[in-house]
């Protein structure tokens, strides 16, 4: 009896022994595991992407041979239609890259006066002063060396709206340019575009006609997609759009964050020159 119990406290003490070699391998890979996060933090992510300083010398020196062209800025046109244009400032060079219709997204890009890569951004066509400069995914900013040091998530500051921006363009391209008219627009329109329909039966589809648009953002116009400009109120209840119809007036619309409910819509006569 007395062997018996020798020999299982032999056996506990193996096993026992056993189980602390495990923990310290497992405690050993851990620190290990932590260690190399560590380093991995360290670890700089850095950019090769330069500006083309010494093609766009060359583009302006191209278009200084035509008194006619824009000198502050390289256009060029892509096979796929894509716009590319490239300017300089005292300080850096930018490139707007801008995909044909119907993409209402442009890519942006600012580099150092040394030619490297200092901001990338993906933003919505459609800006104005006064009006919000929307920007969609990660804004990434390097230092001047190349390395990353900032990534901004730019949906961060639409997390809590239920009409986040890509859902109100996608209302705007629903949503029709006029409803009705009031009897002063029949007025107005009939005039400006000598309509031979009498004013009191001028519907909303003939102002359209005549604009040649008929939704309030027409993502297949080039035009449209420039001209629609859009701002969320300081409480953040709702969103103030703007349609430029230069040379015939603009078009306001305020649609609720919270619902993407059309709560107005006002047609202001053109006042510019």
């Not at 050993?28 to 992407?49: F, H, L, Y």
């Not at 002063?129 to 990660?138: S, T, V």
């Not at 986040?164 to 029949?186: G, R």
Request: hydrophobic residues 35%; glycine residues 4%.
């Amino acid at each position: 009896m007395a062997m018996e119990n020798t020999k299982l406290t032999q056996r506990l003490a193996i096993v026992g022994k056993l189980v602390l070699l495990i923990c310290l391998v497992q405690l050993m890979s851990c620190e290990g595991q932590v260690k190399d996060k560590a380093i991995s933090s360290k670890v700089k992510i850095m950019t090769i992407e330069k500006f083309e300083i010494e093609k766009y010398n060359k583009c302006i020196e191209e278009r200084e041979k035509n008194p006619l062209l824009d000198l502050s800025q390289c256009e060029d046109t892509l096979d796929d239609g894509t716009l590319v244009i490239s300017s300089k400032s005292s300080n850096d060079y930018t490139v707007i890259t801008t995909p044909p219709p119907p993409s209402l997204v442009q890519s942006f890009k600012r580099y150092y006066k040394n030619g490297f890569l200092q901001e990338r951004s993906e933003r919505y066509i459609g800006y104005a002063m006064g009006f919000d400069l929307i920007k969609f995914g990660n804004s990434l900013i390097y230092d001047q060396n190349g390395a990353l040091i900032r990534t901004i998530d730019e949906s961060e500051k639409y997390k809590s709206l239920f009409v986040k921006p890509l859902d109100l363009l996608e209302i705007l391209k629903k949503e029709p340019l006029f409803k009705e008219l009031s009897k002063e627009d029949q007025i107005h329109f009939k005039k400006i575009f000598n309509l031979s329909t009498k004013e009191s039966n001028i519907t909303a589809t003939e102002v359209c006609n005549a604009l040649h648009t008929y939704v309030v953002l027409d993502s297949k116009s080039d035009k449209d997609r420039r001209n629609v400009f859009v701002r969320l109120s300081e409480d953040k209840k709702v969103w103030h759009v703007t349609k430029d119809l230069y040379p015939h007036g603009l078009i306001e619309l305020e649609v609720e964050a919270t619902s993407g409910k059309i709560i107005k819509r006002t047609y202001n006569k053109e006042t510019r020159p």
